[in-house]
């Protein structure tokens, strides 16, 4: 028991004198940043129980080992820690020294201040690229000195590091090597030839830094940390990345500072070497020939050129390759027009420019000419300069490009640098020239005899004649005075002249093949934003907008090798002045298409890069169309009276470029939705008690229906009527054949026609004309919907008798199709409703 009692009380003295000594160990660990009692706990459980051990472990370990410490955190506790135990370190005790040992530490004690200062005196953000949080990385890393970093190999800094590239490693490795070594001793001619000049180009750099207004040694820190470690690299850049990459830097202090360093890095005129010029030497003036060349554009004289210069357009090469619209934003006192001027002078005169320049950077994986762009922007303006900038940078700085892109840009870039290639050539041409499409007069077609028919006409129909012939002349005078909306030119060619389009088309693509590499398709634009309501015209336009389909790019190299087959298909159709139908185009590479979705698709596509309709490309849609009445009309040669059609009429064709029509005396068109009501007409030979055509498109109308509706009302010079439902799908059918469809915007001067008033059935025609509730059809949520869509339109809300008829069918919610009249009799349609209609003008 004695025994027993003996041993807890020695237990115990040792428990309280642990405890003592974990107080203390707590206090000095709790000095430590980050360190509370939860971490200060952890560390002595971890085996770090005094400063001491931190100071002699490495971050990773002590994060590995620490619950609740990551690496960065590691870091500034060891940091801390060696601080705290430096003191101790620099007072050992001293002992009494030998004669000996007083004779070496005279011979060596001068030397090893002058190392010592050189290597841990020296401050780790003096190293280029290296900020704060560089430096923090380094430190977590176990890089905690500037003589530590010169002793060690890039590529492993590189590795260790987060945020530190390859190149940048290199650069700081290179920059401790110089600040660690030991000042060499100049021989007395040397302190004679060069009593200035042999100051190191780091402590220069900082002087002409704090030379720059604005700039303390605050900003001077900022500067260095966002990798501006160099006047001439300030020089070099972009006062917007600026702005934007250094804290408490403002626009226009960028600006100031950009534009100071630039006079700084100018080099001095005046104190010519006194050696004779050899040939290494005679490239230097070429600082100065850019300004020269800039003087040389027109409008640009001292003033315009510093401010071009200020706003980031430092040479005649990069005003070349600039967009007019952004140097006439960015640079004050220049406008659009000025702007176009000075780029168009500036590509005239840089062929005759002898510099080499830099890297071509087509070279780089995942460059085209936008991300070109946009890196030049971004003040990436070389290889070079991208090998030595890091990936986060640029990913940040440039739109479009991601992380993983920049890291295989800047790899690329290092590898070019590195092979030697400083010298190649960047091909003149980067850009698609634009050639516009040559001017195809229109077709003149044989104009038709109109005859007359000695039936009796409505006043009303003669005098809508007379004021749409009107409107015409109107209309033509304001597009020959230009006072209409700028959209695409289209035109209907023939066989030879789409080919010739469709041949210049490939030379331009295989043209940039070869100078450039990155072959890409011009298509206008066909998305909701590019479709404009022309109201002189009175039609849907594809407006001026384009969208590049480049071969490189993964996202559409499967639609570029698409359009590229389907203009051999076209290619060959031409050749054999054949025509295709849609299904048979799908049908010729349908392993390539995979669906008629898509192969429809680019046949638009082409169409409308090539500025014509799909009937000149030979490329056609099933119609199922028909017409009858008082026309003539040759078919591919053939003599065709619609007179003589019976009652099924004629069936309109796809290939109405083989279609002329040749002599009518019919005064007005009758265009219906329903073939019902047009076999109601064909059996009481309407056009025998008034002059008329009837044609109808079984629906929706397809191209070919349209497409003849244009030419009768154009060709003839007659008024058109529409007879559709009552309902919201009847007025969407007009609004096809009035306006022309969105997706077929580019060919609505085509196939639209502005001209075709609504005949019925209005909604008021329901009370007017006593249609039976029976016959009625209540309308439904979606019906409601497509109303109130309709009514959005700008086209719908300029004509108001129209608006009110859509609103009178949103008052009612009722709809009713052109066969309800037969609730009256099966005749009410062809002897009542549409002689009265005509006769009073009712239409809309």
Sequence with gaps: MAKKRKKEDTVQMTLD?????????????????????????????????????????????????????????????????KKMTEPVKKKPTKKKATKKEVKRSRSKKKPERSEKAGKSDAPMTKLPGVGKKTR????????????????????????????????????????????????????????????????????SAEIAMTELPGVGKKTRQSLIAAGYDSVEKISRSKPSTIAKKVDGVGKKTAEDIVKASKSLTKPPKKKPMPKKKTKSEEPEPKAGSAEIAMTELPSVGKKTRDSLIAAGYDSVEKISQSNPA????????????????????????????????????????????????????????????????????????????????????????????????????????????????????????????????????????????????????????????????????????TANETEDRLVREVQMVLNEIVTTGRPAFEIPSRSSDN?????????????????????????????????????????????????????????????????????????????????????????????????????????????IDL????????????????VDIIESDAEFIIMSEKDAAVMRLAEAKYWNRQPCIVLTGKGSGDIATRAFLKRLVRELEIPAFALVDSDPYGHYIYSVFLRGSKRLSYESPFIATPELKLLGVLSRDLDEYN???????????????????????????????????????????????????ASHSFEFLTDEYLPTKLETGDWI
């Design 771 to 821: 249609i039976p509730k029976a016959v009625r059809i209540p309308m439904e949520q979606t019906d409601m919907k497509r109303v109130k869509d309709m009514l959005k339109e700008d086209f719908v809300q300029s004509n108001k008798e129209w608006v009110e008829d859509l609103r009178l069918m949103l008052k009612l919610k009722e709809k009713a199709e052109i066969q309800a009249f």
């Design 326 to 493: 952004k140097i006439a934003k960015d640079v004050d006192g220049v406008g659009k027009k000025t702007a176009e001027d000075i780029v168009k002078a500036a590509k005239t005169l840089v062929p005759r420019e002898e510099e080499s320049l830099a890297i071509p950077m087509k070279e780089l994986p995942g460059v085209g000419p936008k991300t070109k762009d946009a890196l030049v922007d971004a003040g990436f303006s070389s290889v070079v300069q991208i090998s030595e900038s890091k990936p986060g940078e640029i990913a940040k700085a440039v739109d479009g490009v991601g992380r993983a892109t920049a890291k295989k840009i800047v790899a690329a870039a290092q590898e070019l640098v590195k092979s030697g290639q400083e010298s190649v050539e960047e091909p003149k041409l980067t850009m698609r020239p634009v050639r516009p499409m040559k001017k195809v007069p229109e077709r003149e077609r044989a104009k038709p005899v109109k005859k007359k028919s000695g039936l009796p006409v409505p006043d009303t129909v003669v005098d809508l004649e007379k004021e749409m012939k009107k409107n015409w002349a109107e209309a033509q005078k304001k597009i020959d005075e230009r006072e209409v909306q700028k959209t695409m030119k289209v035109s209907a060619l």
């Design 643 to 658: 007179t003589k059609m019976g009652t099924g009429g004629w069936a309109i064709t796809p290939f109405l470029d083989q």
């Design 531 to 639: 479709i404009v309501w022309d109201e002189v015209r009175d039609l849907l336009l594809l407006g001026m907008k384009k969208i590049s389909r480049p071969y490189h790019s993964l996202g559409s190299v499967v639609d570029a090798t698409r359009t590229a087959r389907l203009m051999e298909i076209v290619f060959q159709l031409l050749q054999a002045n054949l025509h295709a139908t849609k299904r048979e185009v799908f049908y010729s590479d349908v392993n390539l298409f995979r669906d008629q979705k898509y192969s429809d698709r680019i046949i638009e596509d082409v169409a409308s890069m090539l500025q014509t309709t799909r009937d000149s490309i030979h490329i056609v849609a099933s119609a199922r169309g028909s017409a009858m009445g008082r026309v003539l009309i040759r078919d591919g040669g053939d003599l």
């Design 17 to 81: 004198a642990s405890d003592g000594k974990n107080d203390k160990m707590q206090s000095k660990l709790t000095d430590l940043p980050g360190v509370g009692e939860k971490t200060v706990e952890s560390l002595i459980q971890a085996g770090f129980d005094s400063p001491e051990k931190i100071a002699k472990s490495s971050a990773n370990t002590l994060a590995k080992k620490v619950d609740g410490v990551g690496r960065a955190t590691a870091g500034k506790i060891i940091a801390a820690a």
């Design 136 to 203: 923090d990385s380094l430190i977590a890393a176990g890089y905690d000195s500037v003589e530590k970093i010169s002793r060690s190999k890039a590529a492993k800094i590189a590795k260790d590091v987060e945020g530190v590239g390859k190149a940048t490693a290199e650069r700081i490795v290179e920059a401790a090597k110089n600040l660690t070594k030991p000042p060499k001793k100049k021989s007395k001619s040397e302190k004679k030839r060069k009593p200035k000049e042999t100051l190191p180009k780091t402590a």
